[in-house]
């Protein structure tokens, strides 16, 4: 399977904008695919033409009928879920904290200066976990006090699988 980039899903989001309104209908009998102005067909070479061919078979007709409607309902469900599926950091005092924080003023506020002789880190450790994974274990842990992000760390599964760009 080729990697759905951002830069894919636009090329996708072009063709189909640049392609005939929809929706399309295959015609089986014919082998052909009509749209608002053209029949389409594909020659033996297995490259798209327009001509009324009985050499398309009928489920490729089918299936070409369908993309003019199924590839904008695709890309969107994609676009959907990356746009859930985006990169949040995390802050914390040290690497090994058990928990962390919204902002590295949150860890100051939480903390207050070090004391004379003190020493922890002026800048913050920060790790990146996925939003929409991140609420959801927030929420599955609510009410407990010890608990850190273990299965929203990014990039979450999800968002790899739709090639949110890491």
């Not at 080729?2 to 015609?27: K, N, V």
């Not at 790790?127 to 009410?143: D, H, K, L, S, V």
Request: hydrophobic fraction near 30%; charged fraction near 35%; proline fraction near 5%.
């Amino acid at each position: 399977m080729a990697e759905i980039t951002t830069e894919r899903l636009d090329e996708i989001e072009q063709r189909t904008m640049d392609a005939s309104g929809g929706p399309w209908e295959a015609y089986r009998l014919r082998g052909t695919v009509r749209g608002e102005d053209d029949t389409f067909g594909v020659d033996d070479r297995r490259h798209a033409t327009l001509f009324e061919s009985s050499r398309l078979r009928g489920e490729d007709a089918e299936f070409i009928a369908h993309a003019r409607t199924d590839l904008p309902d695709l890309t969107a469900a994609v676009r959907a879920v990356r746009e859930l599926h985006q990169e949040e950091t995390r802050y914390q005092p040290w690497p090994d904290y058990e928990g962390s924080f919204d902002s590295a003023e949150a860890i100051a506020e939480h903390f207050g200066e070090p004391d004379a002789g003190e020493e922890w880190p002026r800048e913050p450790h920060t790790f990146g976990i996925c939003t929409e994974c991140g609420r959801i274990e927030r929420e599955a842990n609510e009410g407990h006090d010890e608990w850190s992000y273990r299965e929203s760390l990014w990039p979450c599964p999800t968002a790899k699988a739709v090639g949110v760009d890491a």
